[in-house]
């Protein structure tokens, strides 16, 4: 069975830094690429960037961009996002996702990682 | 970066109804890089429909996708009890993704 296993919530506090993981397990197949995406109470999803699996190429949303790095390690087959410079509107729910075909959507998601960002 | 819009923000219908739902881009996505995706509360997005009008992995064929160009449409034929759900189309085009705000598909 396919997985995307994510770490747990994270409380910080304004200015800081915050690395969540996301660990691929159960794959008979290579993923294309590892998509981080986050959601907010009652909005839409926000994409923050990629990764691509085969190679370390990345790329980020403008809007975070200098504030986000996308890394992976492939030993563990483990991807991580880490956001500086929190804020109170960073707080959400934080998701990688993946497909194993194109990188243009994605079929599986992890769980979901609540960050949130308070003094 | 491309918007995309969808509408209605709200459709309530009952069981066996027809949905349609709408999605508008602000520029032509070539290539047909579109995909709905489905959300209840407190789950990740379910990817419904990939590359316009393809069905991802186990979806029922009650839901289709269709569009081309800047105008992209997701029918839900006829409504399931566990179809009310939010709704987000999602593009990806210059490397880039964006999703829409969503149409939330409540029951009448």
């Known amino acids: 069975q396919v997985q995307l296993l994510q770490s747990g919530p994270e409380v910080k506090k304004p200015g800081t830094s915050v690395k969540v993981s996301c660990q691929a397990s159960g794959l008979p197949f290579r993923l294309t690429a590892v998509q981080w995406v986050r959601q907010a109470r009652g909005q839409p999803p926000e994409w923050i960037g990629w990764?691509?699996?085969?190679?370390?190429?990345?790329k980020y949303a403008q809007k975070l961009q200098g504030r986000v790095t996308i890394s992976r390690d492939t030993s563990t087959r483990t991807t991580y996002m880490e956001l500086s410079g929190l804020r109170a509107e960073d707080t959400a729910v934080y998701y990688c996702?993946?497909?194993?075909?194109?990188?243009?959507?994605?079929?599986?998601w992890g769980r979901g990682t609540l960050v949130t960002v308070s003094s | 970066e491309i918007v995309l819009t969808q509408s209605p923000d709200t459709l309530s219908l009952s069981p066996g109804e027809r949905a349609t739902l709408s999605c508008r881009a602000s520029q032509t996505i070539i290539n047909n890089y579109l995909a709905w995706y489905q959300q209840k509360p407190g789950q990740p997005p379910r990817l419904l429909i990939y590359g316009v009008s393809n069905r991802a992995e186990d979806i029922p064929d009650r839901f289709s996708g269709s569009g081309s160009g800047t105008d992209f449409t997701l029918t839900i034929s006829r409504l399931e009890p566990e179809d009310f759900a939010v709704f987000f189309c999602?593009?990806?085009?210059?490397?880039?993704?964006?999703f829409g705000q969503g149409t939330k598909v409540d029951i009448k």
């Open positions: 999602q593009q990806y085009e210059t490397t880039l993704w964006t």
């Open positions: 990764i691509l699996v085969g190679g370390s190429e990345t």
């Open positions: 996702a993946a497909d194993r075909n194109d990188i243009a959507w994605a079929f599986y």
